[in-house]
Each structure stands twice: as structure tokens, then as C-alpha cells.
């Protein structure tokens, strides 16, 4: 069965610091995998994927993700931490037909 | 959020009423989805649809209804079966199953 795992409810962050979220999947086959992050009542905005390729993926806003196929890992980092990076994060795996997202991760940049 | 879009933005409804969530998107995308977002839960698929005039069951379509008359739009219905229908609800579309979702704004629905 496919499943995607973010084992942090919550990540705080001093502002310059860099920040690592966390996701763990579950898959057989190789994985498709997303990041994507939602401020407060917005719908959620796509950061970057993962198909094939170098592990390590950049997207946007400065945000890239490393890819693990042996840690079964795809974990979303930034060198240096903005507030307003201050927001949800969800990772998600492609299904046959749709996404499976984790519970998502609220990241906290403290000034 | 681009390219699609929800309405209401926010929605009252009283218990005992249907409702219905509007979702359009111009990207020409082939498939779309709605969510059930609860605090704590992550996303729930509630309907996803691939197709003009085909869509099927996600995890939680109980007391849930869709229609696909039209490439452009997914309109959902909560309808009075849905015992605690307060949530914030997101609708989605794809080029096909298994890529990158787009997301619109979402509506939150609450019940008095």
C-alpha cells in the first residue's frame, strides 16, 4: 500500500537558519513526489517534484527537496529561513489516480 | 492558485440544507478532484474525476455528490447526509492522474 509519513507536527526555525521538513513514503515501484505549501485559508501551492533524475530537486521560492530511495526519504530543505516561509507543508505521493498527501508540517521562522 | 477558481469563498449553510461548491478551471485540464481539509488531518479525497462525464469515489464520499458536465467544472454538493460537514474544502485538476495538482483558494463551509 502507498503512504506518505511527516513525522513533525511542527518545525521551528530561527530566520537565516537552514530548515529541513520531513516526509517518509511507502511505495512499490519508484515514487512520484510532491511538496507543496498552504498559508492560512489558501489552497495549496505546488513547491516542487520528484520523477526521475537527480535526487536533488530544486523548486521554488529557494526551496529544494533530496530524494533517498534508500532511506525512502524525500526530505524539503532551505539554506537560510525566511518568515515568511512561516506556513503548512504537505508532501504527497502520486497514486494511480490521485495524491496521497501526509498530514502536513507547520513550519514556524521565528524572527 | 491560478487558474482555478472556488466559490463561495465562505459559506453558511443550516442543518438540513444541500449545498453546492463551485470549482472551474481554465487550464484545460483533463482531471479534478475535491478535498476535505480538517485541522490536524491533512487532505481528504472526497471525488476525483479523469474524465468529461465519469468520476468516482474517494475516501470519504459519503454524503457527498459531483456532477462533470463540462471539462471546466467539478461542482460538489454537501447535501443534508453529511453529518459534520464543516470544513474547509479544496478543489484541485490535473493533467492527467498522477501529476501535479493545482489547487484553488478554497471554501469554507460552516454549518449553524
Known amino acids: 500500500a502507498q503512504s506518505v509519513a511527516q513525522p513533525e507536527d511542527q518545525v521551528n526555525v530561527a530566520e537565516g537558519n537552514p530548515l529541513t521538513v520531513k516526509c517518509t513514503y511507502s511505495v512499490s515501484g519508484n515514487p512520484y513526489l510532491f511538496w507543496y505549501v498552504q498559508y492560512p485559508n489558501r489552497g495549496l501551492q505546488f513547491l516542487l517534484k520528484?520523477?526521475?533524475?537527480?535526487?536533488l530537486v530544486k523548486g521554488s521560492y529557494g526551496f529544494e527537496a533530496e530524494f533517498n530511495k534508500s532511506q525512502t526519504s524525500f526530505h524539503l530543505k532551505k539554506p537560510s529561513a525566511l518568515v515568511s516561509d512561516s506556513a503548512l507543508y504537505f508532501c504527497a505521493l502520486t497514486g494511480a489516480n490521485n495524491l496521497f498527501f501526509g498530514t502536513g508540517t507547520r513550519l514556524t521562522v521565528i524572527p | 492558485d491560478g487558474g482555478i477558481t472556488q466559490s463561495p469563498k465562505y459559506l453558511f449553510r443550516k442543518e438540513g440544507q444541500n449545498v453546492t461548491l463551485s470549482c472551474e478551471q481554465n487550464?484545460?485540464?483533463?482531471?479534478m478532484y475535491w478535498y476535505r481539509q480538517d485541522p490536524g488531518q491533512g487532505l481528504r479525497l472526497i471525488y476525483y474525476s479523469q474524465i468529461v462525464n465519469d468520476f468516482q469515489k474517494g475516501d470519504i464520499a459519503e454524503g457527498y455528490s459531483v456532477s462533470r458536465e463540462k471539462k471546466e467544472s467539478f461542482p460538489l454538493t454537501v447535501t443534508s447526509a453529511q453529518k459534520n460537514p464543516t470544513a474547509f474544502y479544496l478543489c484541485a485538476s490535473s493533467i492527467g492522474a498522477g501529476f501535479e495538482q493545482f489547487f484553488g483558494p478554497g471554501t469554507r463551509l460552516t454549518v449553524l
Open positions: 487550464l484545460n485540464h483533463d482531471a
Open positions: 520528484y520523477i526521475t533524475g537527480d535526487n
